[in-house]
């Protein structure tokens, strides 16, 4: 089958289109490549992938219509998974206009898309900082998600909004997918995990907010995609019948589906599983809450289990080790460093 991958260069679509091609589909990999964080890290995922014949990697901006068309047009997709975004809390309080222009701009342009070339199911990366304010635990994807703390997820909630006015404008299927802090090897430079393991690798101190009384449901790479290759076939159907707590809409085949395996992990244990990784102690320097972040997050995966017969279930102990054995190799050669 032919996909799209948008944000294919990134963490999440390096290895979504990775999983993908092994499987035997044609994938057609679109992404920026802006220098919000180390440039070569996302060339060297796009060159692992150009190790197959299968798959197409071009680079656009998704915010310029025209070359995005230019370049999806001939290769005529019948399933679009779209990832690529502007990511990151801290940094929408810096540049809140590339949310704009990435986040809303560039998705209302892949939607556009999906219509015009009528695909058999478009998934879009939403995420879990759509739930905002909502202190309800764990989140369901039927609790209610209008106050964001963060331009970030006041992006990601408007992409929802827009996917579903498609979806009922023009019976598009379509899934948002709440994705709940993905780690692992080939992770996000900007991410705590890697800004953790990367300083304690060089005898740097680490910087931890809220003096540590945070929690995250930390969920694995390979379980994402898992989650993800498993929902592609699983495209919301108009009118379906629909559970107490099935996040289907009643006026579009469009739902939301949580990502997450469903065990927050305290920060300070999350630190120590990378203690023991590295053999090393860490030095912390405690730091107030940042604006916009969120205490906990905890995702209720019954809607994806139910969906799918499948929930993330990797802790901490086995997937930190595995990106600390990748960052190890990658540190010491980048060229030859690839998945544990």
Same mark, same amino acid.
């Given at each position: 089958?032919?996909?799209? @991958?948008?944000? &294919?260069?990134g963490?999440?679509?390096f290895?979504?289109?990775?999983?993908?091609?092994?499987?035997g589909?044609?994938?057609?990999?679109?992404?920026?490549l802006?220098? #919000?964080?180390d440039?070569?890290?996302?060339?060297?995922?796009?060159?692992?992938?150009?190790?197959? *014949?299968?798959?197409?990697?071009?680079? %656009?901006?998704?915010?310029?219509?025209? !070359?995005?068309?230019?370049?999806v047009?001939p290769?005529?997709? *019948?399933?679009?998974?779209?990832?690529?975004?502007?990511?990151?809390?801290? +940094?929408?309080l810096?540049?809140?206009?590339?949310y704009?222009?990435?986040n809303?701009?560039g998705?209302?342009? @892949?939607?556009?898309?999906?219509?015009?070339?009528?695909?058999? +199911?478009?998934?879009?990366? &939403?995420?879990?900082? @759509?739930?905002?304010?909502? $202190?309800?635990?764990?989140?369901?994807? $039927?609790?209610?998600?209008?106050?964001?703390?963060?331009?970030y997820g006041?992006?990601?909630?408007?992409?929802?909004?827009?996917t579903?006015?498609?979806?009922h404008?023009?019976?598009? /299927?379509t899934? %948002?997918?709440?994705?709940?802090?993905v780690?692992?090897p080939?992770?996000?430079p900007?991410?705590?995990?890697?800004?953790?393991?990367?300083?304690?690798?060089?005898? *740097?101190?680490?910087?931890?907010?809220n003096?540590?009384?945070?929690?995250?449901?930390?969920?694995y790479?390979?379980?994402?995609?898992?989650?993800?290759?498993?929902l592609?076939?699983?495209?919301p159907?108009?009118?379906?019948?629909?559970?107490?707590?099935?996040?289907l &809409?009643?006026? %579009?085949?469009?739902?939301?589906?949580?990502?997450?395996?469903?065990?927050p992990?305290?920060?300070?244990?999350?630190?120590a599983?990378?203690? *023991?990784a590295?053999?090393? =102690?860490?030095?912390?320097?405690?730091?107030?809450?940042?604006?916009?972040?969120?205490?906990d997050?905890?995702a209720?995966?019954?809607?994806?289990d %139910?969906?799918?017969? #499948?929930?993330?279930?990797? /802790?901490?102990s086995?997937?930190?080790?595995?990106?600390?054995?990748?960052? !190890?190799? #990658?540190?010491?050669?980048p060229? $030859?460093?690839? =998945?544990?």
């Amino acid at each position: 089958m032919r996909i799209l @991958v948008t944000g &294919s260069a990134g963490f999440i679509g390096f290895h979504l289109a990775r999983r993908l091609l092994s499987e035997g589909h044609e994938v057609l990999g679109v992404d920026g490549l802006t220098p #919000y964080y180390d440039v070569d890290l996302k060339r060297r995922r796009h060159d692992i992938l150009r190790r197959s *014949r299968d798959f197409i990697g071009r680079e %656009a901006m998704l915010e310029d219509a025209n !070359a995005l068309a230019a370049v999806v047009g001939p290769f005529q997709p *019948r399933i679009i998974v779209h990832l690529a975004a502007q990511a990151g809390v801290r +940094h929408s309080l810096e540049a809140p206009r590339t949310y704009i222009d990435a986040n809303l701009v560039g998705t209302f342009n @892949v939607i556009d898309l999906a219509r015009e070339h009528q695909v058999e +199911h478009l998934l879009f990366a &939403s995420s879990s900082s @759509v739930y905002g304010a909502n $202190t309800d635990a764990p989140s369901r994807e $039927t609790d209610a998600a209008d106050h964001p703390l963060s331009l970030y997820g006041a992006t990601k909630k408007a992409g929802e909004a827009m996917t579903h006015a498609y979806s009922h404008l023009w019976d598009l /299927p379509t899934t %948002a997918l709440r994705f709940f802090t993905v780690y692992g090897p080939w992770g996000r430079p900007d991410m705590a995990l890697f800004r953790f393991a990367d300083a304690m690798l060089d005898g *740097r101190p680490i910087e931890v907010f809220n003096a540590g009384a945070m929690a995250r449901d930390f969920t694995y790479i390979d379980d994402l995609v898992e989650a993800l290759v498993r929902l592609m076939p699983a495209a919301p159907t108009r009118g379906a019948p629909a559970g107490s707590r099935d996040s289907l &809409s009643p006026a %579009a085949p469009w739902r939301v589906v949580n990502i997450g395996r469903g065990q927050p992990a305290p920060l300070m244990d999350f630190i120590a599983e990378i203690e *023991r990784a590295l053999g090393r =102690r860490a030095e912390i320097v405690f730091k107030p809450m940042q604006a916009g972040d969120v205490t906990d997050t905890f995702a209720c995966a019954d809607l994806l289990d %139910a969906l799918t017969g #499948y929930r993330p279930d990797t /802790p901490p102990s086995r997937g930190v080790p595995a990106f600390c054995h990748w960052l !190890a190799a #990658y540190r010491a050669d980048p060229d $030859t460093a690839d =998945r544990p």
